[in-house]
Nanobody
Framework: QVQLVESGGGLVQPGGSLRLSCAAS????????IGWFRQAPGKEREGVLCVDRFGVRTYYAASVKDRFTISRDKAKNTVYLKMNSLKPENTAVYYC????????????????WGQGTQVTVSS
């Protein structure tokens, strides 16, 4: 059974940093594209950033391009989303999802999803 579990969210002040983790069981993440999505209060879920199995990164949210990075730890079967210089508008529930082929911004093309982790940016 495939399970993705996000962690690392929390309350952070504007300008701060967080590193979110997406840990997997029942699947080897290295063989998949891993996308990070987010859903802010009152808004639809949107794509943030994705890394394919070859390491190619695709940004879906232009506002995070210089502040968010994605990385893998194959030994830990985990993908990370490092978020720097956080802003209040980055407040959302962040989700990771896996896709067997290339990255995509379309949610329905992903296979499995985690339960999400809350990120709140506030002073």
């Amino acid at each position: 059974q495939v399970q993705l579990v996000e962690s690392g969210g929390g309350l952070v002040q504007p300008g701060g940093s967080l590193r979110l983790s997406c840990a997997a069981s029942g699947v080897t993440l290295a063989y998949y594209a891993i996308g990070w999505f987010r859903q802010a209060p009152g808004k639809e879920r949107e794509g943030v950033l994705c890394v394919d199995r070859f390491g190619v990164r695709t940004y879906y949210a232009a506002s995070v391009k210089d502040r968010f990075t994605i990385s893998r730890d194959k030994a830990k079967n985990t993908v990370y989303l490092k978020m720097n210089s956080l802003k209040p508008e980055n407040t959302a529930v962040y989700y990771c999802a896996n896709r067997l082929t290339a990255c995509s911004s379309r949610e329905f093309e992903y296979n499995s999803w985690g339960q999400g982790t809350q990120v709140t940016v506030s002073s």
